[in-house]
């Protein structure tokens, strides 16, 4: 059998990477509704995918740096979120989904450089599309847009968007 052509790998790596995003927030989720710790709810994760096929295969290195990271810096991420809420808002007045979403995207935004800020901003978007058909997924692309101009700049400085 060949090798499947370069282009062909790296959507299946840009596959797997979506679907680590999506596990992630599902189990930061999990753990917000029922107070298990980070290794066990990743545990549980990873037991429920082996039993049902159907889910897509996540970057499991991935996966486990977002909720293990989203968890440990969760203090620091709430505040950077309650930051880019309107004024009218608080994280606590967020849905649990709204708050995992918001916590894995703005830790990946903060601690993944190798993630342009637009792609994750985009993935996270496209999640939020997944769980809600109302305002939510705009209210992700506005809160997103202000922690990555806050924390990556330079990404959006004039003629930077041609490199992300």
Same mark, same amino acid.
């Given at each position: 059998?060949?090798?499947?052509?370069?282009r062909h790998k790296a959507n299946i790596s840009a596959t797997?990477? #979506?679907?680590? @995003?999506?596990?992630?927030?599902?189990?930061?989720?999990?753990?917000?509704?029922?107070? !298990?710790? =980070?290794?066990?709810?990743?545990?549980e994760f990873k037991e429920r995918r082996e039993e049902d096929r159907r889910m897509a295969d996540p970057?499991?290195?991935?996966?486990?740096?977002?909720?293990?990271?989203?968890d440990n810096d969760r203090n620091a991420?709430?505040?950077?979120?309650?930051? #880019?809420?309107? @004024?009218?808002?608080?994280?606590e007045r967020l849905e649990a989904v709204l708050r995992a979403i !918001?916590? =894995?995207?703005?830790?990946?935004?903060k601690s993944r450089p190798a993630t342009p800020a637009r792609v994750a901003i985009s993935e996270y978007v496209d999640i939020a599309h997944a769980f809600y058909e109302g305002p939510e997924p705009g209210l992700v692309n506005a809160v997103l847009d202000r922690i990555a101009r806050t924390?990556?700049?330079?990404?959006?400085?004039?003629?930077?968007?041609?490199?992300s």
């Amino acid at each position: 059998m060949t090798e499947p052509p370069a282009r062909h790998k790296a959507n299946i790596s840009a596959t797997r990477r #979506s679907a680590a @995003r999506l596990a992630a927030v599902q189990t930061l989720y999990s753990m917000d509704m029922t107070g !298990l710790d =980070a290794g066990t709810a990743l545990a549980e994760f990873k037991e429920r995918r082996e039993e049902d096929r159907r889910m897509a295969d996540p970057d499991d290195e991935l996966m486990n740096f977002l909720v293990m990271g989203t968890d440990n810096d969760r203090n620091a991420l709430d505040s950077l979120i309650g930051e #880019s809420l309107s @004024r009218d808002w608080t994280i606590e007045r967020l849905e649990a989904v709204l708050r995992a979403i !918001l916590r =894995a995207a703005s830790f990946e935004i903060k601690s993944r450089p190798a993630t342009p800020a637009r792609v994750a901003i985009s993935e996270y978007v496209d999640i939020a599309h997944a769980f809600y058909e109302g305002p939510e997924p705009g209210l992700v692309n506005a809160v997103l847009d202000r922690i990555a101009r806050t924390l990556r700049p330079d990404e959006f400085a004039p003629g930077a968007g041609a490199r992300s």
